[in-house]
């Protein structure tokens, strides 16, 4: 199930959490979320993109639907900071060890704190980004959490 090996999908197998890979080719478009729930034909509500963000100065990560945008001041109250703002590109790919468009919430190069939106709660799967462009995990949200040591709380706008 680890498929072609990432540091996210290593971590998975490692820590024996079931899940699927899915792979799809990746075209030159930006909207990476909106690509895989199109590719895979999956619900865009349980595709979600891994955001990193600066909250007061830390790299935190967002982990918010494709359909939605980070509420960064949702995000600053939800890891008690006051500021919020979109970490650099390439700061980001530096710290977590993935480009964008692949930003993986598992496995990163350094553990960020991590906040997923409270809507993936309810789901039985969701889907995110496996640490490369065309390449998506689905897992329970739980152990999403657990393994990213993640918190939920509503971070997401439409």
Same mark, same amino acid.
């Given at each position: 199930m680890a498929g072609k090996g990432t540091p996210a999908t290593a971590l998975l197998a490692k820590a024996g959490v079931?899940?699927?890979?899915?792979?799809?080719?990746?075209?030159?478009?930006?909207?990476?979320?909106l690509e895989a729930v199109e590719a895979l034909g999956i619900d865009a509500g349980s595709v979600f993109k891994t955001l990193v963000a600066e909250v007061d100065g830390t790299l935190t990560v967002g982990v918010v639907p494709v359909s939605?945008?980070?509420?960064?001041?949702?995000l600053a109250a939800a890891? +008690? @900071?006051? !500021?919020?703002?979109m970490a650099d590109v390439a700061v980001a790919e530096r710290?977590?060890?993935y480009v964008a468009g692949g930003?993986?919430?598992l496995g990163q190069r350094k553990r960020l704190p991590?906040?997923?939106d409270a809507s993936?709660?309810?789901?039985?799967?969701?889907?995110?980004? +496996? @640490?490369? !462009?065309?390449?998506?995990?689905?897992l329970a949200p739980a152990d999403l959490a657990r393994l990213a040591q993640a918190t939920f709380a509503r971070i997401a706008t439409t």
């Amino acid at each position: 199930m680890a498929g072609k090996g990432t540091p996210a999908t290593a971590l998975l197998a490692k820590a024996g959490v079931a899940h699927r890979v899915h792979t799809y080719e990746h075209g030159r478009g930006a909207a990476y979320g909106l690509e895989a729930v199109e590719a895979l034909g999956i619900d865009a509500g349980s595709v979600f993109k891994t955001l990193v963000a600066e909250v007061d100065g830390t790299l935190t990560v967002g982990v918010v639907p494709v359909s939605a945008m980070l509420d960064l001041k949702a995000l600053a109250a939800a890891v +008690g @900071g006051k !500021r919020a703002k979109m970490a650099d590109v390439a700061v980001a790919e530096r710290t977590t060890g993935y480009v964008a468009g692949g930003i993986s919430p598992l496995g990163q190069r350094k553990r960020l704190p991590t906040v997923v939106d409270a809507s993936a709660e309810h789901l039985v799967t969701m889907f995110c980004s +496996g @640490g490369r !462009r065309g390449l998506e995990i689905e897992l329970a949200p739980a152990d999403l959490a657990r393994l990213a040591q993640a918190t939920f709380a509503r971070i997401a706008t439409t």
